[in-house]
């Protein structure tokens, strides 16, 4: 083990704990008289730690059991569906009093070991229809089990899990047209008999931000005026009035990068960005050294899930994105949340150290 | 699948994170960096609350400083702009415990409709003790309903000098346009003095900036500016005068007015019916309003400044004035009254019967001879009647400091083709000589008259403010002699026509009425014939106009009573009391109507 502890990429977890523990800070500031740094603190905690027990598996078993993982992990959200309460609006919980679980964070990293067996199984080196089936098969049923909850932030993660998934798995022109042409009809009737108004108000608020001030751009513009009154070096930290006065909504989970971006300004902005830079370039030079197919699928799969997360987050923060319920991964609070990143993070640890093919 | 076309495509993915880096480093820039100013902006409105401070108005002094108009503070309940879509629920559950006005309330929310989110919204003005004390004990079950403090019109002498001091009111949505700089929750005056020196006396509204957090609670104090109480005014009216001149009105319709003609001060404005301005505060009711507006004696009219009465036999004052000046007559010449005159085939009667025979100016005026006038009427012509009636200002507005003064009308050939199309007759002249036919004054036109005598051919504004006193207690005096103005008459013949208005009162004449033993009171009576509408017949108005004493005048006063009957013997007594009254002698009790005098 010690051999292996060797091989630990410390420059990925130091990344991670640095954004972890930026995280807390930002969460006492965007918090005012809460103590829910606190909770995240211990949140981190029970993270590391299951990252490290992470560490002592094998991720090649894991993947090939990960159809296991897949089935255990989706049980939990017909649990839901059929008993689950609704907390601010969704059933996305599960209460065990102290805390509180979201079974769909951990769903994604199951699905991810899944899909990345699967992916690195296939003959060919684009997708046959016959691939595409079944990756899509294996994203829909929890994106159709999420979106009943309803949590559509979620929901668009795993729809872009699958993207990323055939993205890594090779596609032909052709698929792609056909592709297209579902995607158009799928969206005009989710349009048409799915969403509900205020999700609409909330899409062409992105187009036309002039539309009803008070309705529903209300939010992004509350979260661009945190942003812009920031300024370059920021309120000070424990000083943004956005965030301490309750105008920007969110601050402490989806709209945290915006608390961030008032007390600490653009800098503040420029240094945490950098981190996931840095966190993502890390990632990218540990896909170089693994030579394991699955490892390998996995190790993107899951930088695809934290990058669309950290993307789709960033994009509503700045008003180009409608406000649809995504956490900023590592900085915004939330238990779930952060232990999925870690146990991702913990796998793709493994990945470098037993990624490699035995010789 | 093979790894190298795996790892194919994480490069190409990595060469996308970089650029979406990128352009995410660009928008914050834009966002932060470029446009940070506006959101700046925006940032402070979110958290800042502006709130008004109004400033208390003015109070008003009497001539004697005792206050006639000063503020107080009523209870008012309002409801949190932030309850806003709740307030029909809020309003059901405290209608169990206190009425409320819906249409005011209705009025208030459309009144506020635009108004930022933090100016509340008031349910009910002027709440009594028990309501505050219902609502205090359930403050827990109401966080909707906050009552403020807000000062408010009390007015001391109740119903006295209503007229004159006028109401105050709210802001309408017209006057909003004239005052577009003031809060449209402020008070502004809305007649009398309360709204022509409205400047003076609403003061400056100060402003109190909060830290407010997004449900519009207060965080703290951020800064403030000081209102700044009204302007004081001292008025040169004595109150108890005035007091005592409405009660010698009382049952009447009609008007007095009492000048002090030394400087033009009016010491007494009485119309009535009056009304009581404490029906107005803290706001009017809509059956009160009602009442006030659709009562047939129309006690909302200042009959004083507004009220337009034919001057009758008190114009004659104005012919021989101008007869003397324009030579036409001399004082002593004689004209014989046979008790009527002919003119076209139209036959123009003296009121005696028998005539008044030779008569000289004098007694022309004692007895109030028409065909004397008449006669000297004609001879003048209606221009130079005219003429003389603008000299003395009676074309005009006096000027006094209400804004609701009317102005009469001085008739001539002009004025008659423009406003009738017709033709003046000779007919005309001969009844404008005795104040009659077209022309109509003001009572306070008709003192001006009476002041401009007395002052021996100087003109003086009649006003109300002395002037009044700053913040600081300084008193700024107005100087209204600025405005004086000559009339050019000679002034012996003043002289003479207060000689003749002496003989009215002391030497058996119509206004014996209000002789008073030991003052030289003078005067002139006037009956105006009122045209009966219908069968009935209608009592005439009743004018007495004169002052005293003879030398150094000291106080103007005159009086109209509508419908009265005879001016010797329904206004000289009472201009008699008001004498009596000023210059501290007894009043009797009764008001002696059994005087026989004719005219």
């Not at chain 1, 993947?63 to 296991?68: E, K, R």
């Not at chain 2, 449900?215 to 007091?243: A, Y």
Request: with cysteine.
């Amino acid at each position: 083990m010690s051999k292996k502890l060797r091989e630990l990429d410390f420059p990925l977890l130091f990344i991670v704990l640095v954004l972890t523990f930026t995280g807390i800070l930002l969460i006492y500031s965007s918090s005012p008289g809460k103590e829910l740094w606190k909770k995240q603190l211990i949140w981190g905690i029970f993270s590391i730690i299951l990252l490290f027990l992470v560490l002592f598996l094998n991720i090649k078993s894991i993947i090939f059991y990960s159809p296991i993982f897949y089935i255990l992990s989706i049980i939990p959200l017909f649990y839901l569906i059929f008993f689950g309460k609704k907390i601010a609006g969704s059933k996305s919980w599960i209460d065990f009093g102290y805390f509180s679980i979201q079974p769909s964070e951990f769903v994604k990293i199951t699905t991810a070991l899944f899909l990345s067996k699967i992916i690195s199984n296939f003959k060919k080196d684009s997708l046959t229809f016959q691939n595409l089936f079944i990756i899509s098969i294996i994203t829909f049923i929890p994106i159709f089990l999420i979106f009943l909850q309803p949590d559509y932030g979620t929901a668009l993660i795993f729809a872009f899990l699958l993207f990323a998934s055939i993205f890594i798995g090779g596609i032909r022109i052709s698929t792609v047209i056909l592709l297209t042409v579902i995607l158009l009809i799928s969206g005009f009737f989710l349009w048409e008999y799915i969403l509900k108004e205020y999700h609409k108000s909330r899409i062409i608020a992105i187009f036309f931000p002039e539309f009803d001030p008070e309705g529903g751009s209300y939010q992004p513009l509350q979260s661009k005026i945190a942003i812009g009154s920031g300024g370059l070096l920021g309120k000070g930290f424990l000083k943004g009035t956005q965030t301490k006065a309750g105008f920007l909504p969110a601050s402490s989970t989806d709209f945290i990068l915006a608390s961030a971006g008032e007390e600490f300004g653009f800098l503040g902005i420029f240094l945490i960005l950098s981190l996931y830079l840095l966190l993502f370039m890390r990632i990218f030079k540990i896909i170089e050294d693994i030579e394991d197919k699955g490892v390998l699928v996995f190790v993107f799969l899951t930088f695809s899930l934290i990058f669309f997360q950290f993307f789709l987050n960033v994009s509503m923060v700045l008003g180009f994105f409608p406000v649809i319920g995504i956490p900023l991964p590592f900085l915004s609070y939330g238990g779930s949340s952060l232990l999925s990143l870690y146990l991702g993070i913990g796998l793709i640890l493994n990945g470098k150290i037993r990624g490699k093919i035995e010789k | 699948m093979r790894l190298e076309r795996i790892l194919k495509r994480v490069r190409n993915t990595k060469k996308l994170v970089l650029f979406i880096f990128l352009l995410f480093l660009l928008a914050f820039i834009r966002v932060q960096v470029f446009h940070h100013s506006y959101y700046q902006e925006l940032s402070l409105k979110n958290i800042t609350k502006r709130v008004e401070t109004f400033a208390p108005r003015g109070i008003i002094l009497d001539r004697n400083n005792r206050i006639i108009v000063e503020n107080r503070n009523v209870l008012s309940l309002s409801l949190k702009r932030e309850f806003m879509d709740r307030r029909n629920e809020v309003l059901e559950r405290i209608e169990k415990l206190i009425s409320f006005d819906k249409n005011f309330i209705n009025k208030e929310i459309q009144r506020k409709a635009g108004l930022p989110h933090f100016i509340p919204i008031l349910l009910k003005k002027g709440i009594s003790f028990e309501e505050l004390s219902i609502i205090e004990a359930r403050k827990a079950d109401f966080p909707e309903i906050s009552i403020i403090a807000e000062p408010v019109r009390y007015y001391p002498y109740e119903g006295i000098a209503s007229h004159v001091l006028g109401y105050v009111g709210s802001l309408s949505r017209d006057d909003a346009f004239i005052y577009n700089d003031l809060n449209p929750s402020s008070t502004i005056g809305k007649t009398g003095l309360e709204k022509f020196y409205d400047s003076i006396l609403r003061g400056e509204n100060g402003w109190i900036e909060y830290f407010v957090d997004s449900k519009g609670k207060i965080l703290k104090r951020k800064g403030f500016k000081p209102f700044k109480t009204g302007n004081s005014l001292k008025l040169t009216l004595d109150i108890s005068l005035q007091t005592f001149v409405e009660e010698q009105l009382k049952g009447e319709k009609g008007a007095v007015v009492v000048v002090d003609p030394r400087d033009g001060g009016i010491l007494a404005l009485a119309s009535s019916p009056s009304f009581t301005l404490s029906l107005f505060t803290p706001f009017l009711l809509y059956e009160n309003w009602i009442s006030l507006s659709l009562n047939p004696d129309k006690p909302l009219i200042n009959r004083a400044i507004q009220g337009l009465y034919s001057p009758g036999s008190i114009f004659k004052i104005v012919l021989a004035l101008a007869g003397l000046q324009e030579g036409v007559i001399k004082p002593e010449d004689a004209i014989n009254c046979p008790g009527y005159i002919n003119v076209g085939n139209q036959v123009y009667r003296c009121w005696k019967g028998g005539g008044h025979g030779h008569v000289n100016l004098y007694r022309a005026v004692v007895e109030s001879c028409n065909v004397y006038f008449y006669t000297l009427g004609r001879k003048l012509g209606a221009e130079r009647i005219k003429k003389y009636a603008k000299i003395l200002g009676l074309d005009e507005l006096t000027g006094i400091d209400l804004p609701e003064e009317m102005k009469g009308v001085i008739p001539d050939p002009d004025w008659k083709k423009e406003t009738r199309k017709e033709s003046w007759y000779e007919g005309d002249t001969v009844i404008l000589s005795i104040g009659q036919g077209y022309i109509i004054l003001t009572p306070i036109q008709v003192a001006s008259l009476i002041t401009t005598v007395a002052n021996d051919g100087v003109r003086k504004i009649p006003h109300l403010l002395n002037g009044f006193y700053d913040q600081n207690g300084n008193f700024h005096g107005i100087d209204w002699s600025v405005k004086e103005k000559e009339t050019g008459i000679k002034k012996e013949f003043f002289e003479i026509v207060k000689r003749c208005m002496w003989g009215v009162v002391n030497d058996g004449g119509t206004g014996r009425a209000s002789m008073i033993q030991g003052i030289d009171v003078c005067g002139k009576t006037g009956t105006v014939e009122v045209v009966s509408r219908g069968r009935a017949y209608i009592k005439p108005h009743a004018w007495f106009a004169g002052f005293a004493p003879l030398k150094n005048p000291e106080i103007v006063v005159v009086v109209i009573l509508e419908n009265a009957g005879k001016g010797g013997e329904r206004a000289a007594p009472i201009a008699r009391n008001i004498f009596l009254y000023y210059f501290g002698k007894p009043v009797p009790s009764t008001k002696e109507t059994d005087v026989k005098t004719v005219e």
